[in-house]
């Protein structure tokens, strides 16, 4: 589907909001789900579309968040106004959405994203959303801000302080994106105060719908062999429990 | 248009198939089944196959290294879950599948040979042969040649091998597999590839050595269609980087009866239909018929 | 910086070195030979050899097709018109060659043999063996176990056997070189490939079946460096796509301890410099020795 | 070399002139010799350098004629002013240029800029130009002009009259360019009249500068096997006499 970058706003060096029309797109965007985008030109090593959680979609209009990583984010982020871009989805699985709970979100990085857009399709919760980056540049509006450096926020990471935010607070339920490592330790967090935990994870895709299997995740099985699940299709959101953390 | 074209016992309305792992009933969003020439599903094995470990998949500069591992439900689960998705088509079937021994391949097939709706068979030769200290099965002639003449008799049905192209001389393979009793011919599988990341030397695959294909192995899957084309006589369903009709074009003159396209679903799932249209127009505007251009190239 | 790296009996400045026919005295122009490594001149054979007819080149989608045919003058012209070419420089020269019977081979060796100024030697086997069907000296295990036992006798220099990936398992005939006394092995030679017009089905290479090389080939040469360099203790000089500095960590990484440039050079006749500089600030930057990265994927 | 498009003039749909800057380049450009452009993008099959004659060249600026023929021509019939392309050159064996002669040139569709350079550098010479091309499109300043279609100038190829015109008018040279087709039709007939022939060839290149035999074209040997020169370091420019043609 060709969609029309309706405009593209610089947040930071590293992080760009593009929003696109979504005309054409008949399936609603619930938060967790992503596109794939492909490039507007031939990058070597860099054909196949880059999969980018939705961050905002209205009916007429759908936005990403995107951090400059490599070639293909940063050619995606200097896209000018205007532009069509190939995009397939929304894909995936998204998150549970829940009615009058007591919601904890946390997220590192990019892990942002998704986060925001589940925070805007809860309704009548109380949320406490902690977000943590390497720099004051990685940080967004949030409840509770961690950087590695400390310029920003507390100095430390998304981790650092749960243990006391949980004795403080009860949740009914915890949602997390960010990089595998923080969403292990979130995991074996919240496993310890029974908070049930939805995480939204990365793999390397190639097709993004379900069909290469080439996006797995070890999770739980019930027999001697590994399990694995496809990210794009069976995810990219997972109850934290089904998943075997490396 | 008369884009017609046939393997040894089936016809096809057109030349363009799916290659086996790259496609899928979740493709029925974007591309009308109908309209396919066939279906190759993903090979499936005897029992359930759990696959490699992550990653499996990197993207190279012009192609794509894949490392899946053969993750599948096993024959079992694709009867049952599988098959009744694509029974609502009209498009052949043709059921991709492998194992670690020859009894093994001869137990799937004879359970296979119990769903009507399939129309043939592509048997997957490129997965170790725990009876021939692991190496492929489709490296070796006389291998092969025994397997395709155990298959043979329990089928009637379109036989298919696929070779794999890592080998010192496909054509002894090709002999090997229709003097066994092929009706046909599927190649190339993957080239054996590897990337590693220059900055830390971590292998950008799990298991290190894994499968090439893409664009980038056009030329070598069309240098091997043509040497089998030259040297024996037998229908070939050829693949290994088509992305358009004009690679499509390429295949057919260098001797395929069909071309299956695989990881350019990737870059685009609605391609299938778009080479066939592409296909169809070019064949109207130039008159041509699949037997005027097959293994012309001169 | 230290990019120091050795080959068995040699020594060079930076693991950079050029791929036999991708590099020549015209580089002068563009290149300072005394940054290189080391120079790998073009095969030449016993007698002047004419080469193919055009047309011999094809640049596909993502890497290049040729069909030189090893056009030459012949190993006396070689000696009287290009080696003195080369003398003005300190870099190490490798002279590569090649011949249609082993006895041709060894003869070819004998004459160079007078040529102080030749510091080692790169053995295309990759061409066929007239002794043998016409099949590639480098495809059978056997023949090029011969054909280093005898070359070795002939010569102290470092013998380079230069393998071809056109075989099943290029780890046996790896071993085989080796155990004829090979001081290292250079791989990858050009993966065979074809293109074909799609509007008229002639061949865009006059020979048709042809040496494909470039960019798309990189991931089958790092799989056959990493597989070589897993199963034994000999060092490689890689080659096969690399066109920056980034491919040359991967293929040291991957276990070479040098690296060829080939038809990066025709996209950029001064890379090979660049590279060294580019790989020269990398290693400083990251404090990296090739002790350190060599052969350390994981 | 990196070189400065100074001006890009489109001369019909097909035929565009790129003037650029050479500085930076010292040697001197010659009548038949050429250079080899990079596209300023990735494009597949077309990472090698094209291959274009030299049209004019003064002390600071070149200019090339280039006629579009494929996605690369198309690209860079397109690049705009002050793009930086990477140039090499000039490359290859120029005409032999000739003063006070009568002097006849032969040149088909985009054979014609070689050519043009050389009547600029060939000094008190009698010159006849015939030139031809498939439409009207093709056809450029010359004495004689043929058009497949008859569209412009005469009705033919460019050696139709050819023996008509040898017949009424003694030259002492002949230069031509163009298809080999027509190259060898050509070398044909002024053999018969005995008239000098340079001619210059294209083929298929990939280093541009003779290092990997790939340009090859068969000339005259004097032993039993072929003998192949290199178009791009040998020629382009050769004798026509030493051309075998197929
Ligand atoms: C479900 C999902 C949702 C995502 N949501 C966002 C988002 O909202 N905003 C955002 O900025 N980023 C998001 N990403 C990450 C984004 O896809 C990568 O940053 C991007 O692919 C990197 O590409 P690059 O060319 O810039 O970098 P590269 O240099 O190619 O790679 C940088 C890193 O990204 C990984 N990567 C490269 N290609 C892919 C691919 N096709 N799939 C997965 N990982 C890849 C590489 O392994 C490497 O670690 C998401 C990824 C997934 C899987
Ligand atoms: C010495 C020489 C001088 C030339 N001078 C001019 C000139 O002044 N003006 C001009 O417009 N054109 C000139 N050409 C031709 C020009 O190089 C081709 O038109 C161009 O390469 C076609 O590229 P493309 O991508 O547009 O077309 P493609 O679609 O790639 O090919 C079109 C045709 O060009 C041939 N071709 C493609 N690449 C090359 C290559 N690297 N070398 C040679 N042929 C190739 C193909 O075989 C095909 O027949 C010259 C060629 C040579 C060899
Ligand atoms: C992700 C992926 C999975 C694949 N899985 C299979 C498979 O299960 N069975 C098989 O025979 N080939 C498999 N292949 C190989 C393809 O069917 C095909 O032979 C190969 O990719 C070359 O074609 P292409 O370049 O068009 O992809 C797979 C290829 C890819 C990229
Ligand atoms: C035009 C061309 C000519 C070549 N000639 C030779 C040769 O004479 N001898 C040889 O051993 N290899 C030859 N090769 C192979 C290269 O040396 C190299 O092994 C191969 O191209 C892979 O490296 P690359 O991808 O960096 O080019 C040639 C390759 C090309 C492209
Ligand atoms: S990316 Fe293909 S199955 Fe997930
Ligand atoms: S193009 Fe390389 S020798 Fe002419």
Known sequence: MKCKLLENIKIN????????????????????????????????????????????????????????????????????????????????????????????????????????????????????????????????????????????????????????ILNNQKFDMAYSCGPNPMLKAVASILKDYDIPLEVSLEEYMACGIGVCYGCAVQVVSNDEQPLYKRVCKDGPVFHADEIIWE | ???????????????????????????????????????????????????????????????????????????????????PLYEKYQTPLIVSFSASTQEEFMEVLSRLESVNSISGYEVNVSCPNVENEGLAFGVDAQVVNELTAKLRKLTKKELIIKLTPNVTNIVDIAIAAKEGGADSLALINTLLGMAIDPMTGKSRIMKKICGYSGSAIKPVALANVYRVAQAIDIPILAMGGAENYLDVLEFIYAGASMVAIGTANFYNPAITEKIISDLSQHFSKYNLTMDKIRGKSF
């Open chain 2, 1 to 83: 248009m008369n884009l017609k074209t046939k393997l040894n016992k089936l016809v096809f309305q057109n030349p363009i198939t799916t290659a086996s792992g790259t496609f899928g009933s979740e493709m029925e969003e974007y591309v009308n089944f109908n309209k396919l020439g066939a279906i190759v599903t993903k090979t499936i094995t005897k029992e359930r196959k759990a696959g490699n470990p992550s990653p499996r998949l990197y993207e190279t500069e012009w192609g794509l290294l894949n490392s899946i591992g053969l993750q599948n439900p096993g024959v079992e689960s694709f009867i049952t879950e599988t098959i």
């Open chain 1, 13 to 164: 060096e590293d992080y760009y909001l593009l929003k696109f029309s979504r005309e054409g797109i008949k399936a609603e965007f619930q938060p967790g789900q992503f596109v794939t985008v492909k490039l507007p030109q031939q990058v070597p090593g860099q054909r196949l579309g880059i999969p980018i959680s939705i961050y905002q979609a209205d009916t007429s209009t759908f936005t990403l968040f995107i951090k400059i990583l490599g070639e293909g984010t940063r050619i995606l982020a200097h896209a000018i106004q205007d532009t069509e871009l190939d995009i397939l989805g929304p894909l995936g699985q998204a998150f549970t959405l829940l009615t009058n709970k007591t919601v904890l979100l946390i997220s590192g990085g990019v892990g942002y994203p998704p986060l925001r857009f589940l925070k805007d399709k809860l309704k009548d919760c109380q949320i406490t959303w902690i977000h943590g980056g390497k720099f004051a540049s990685d940080i967004f509006p949030c409840d509770h801000a961690y950087t590695e450096d400390g310029s920003r926020g507390e100095k430390g990471l998304v981790t650092s302080d749960l243990r006391d």
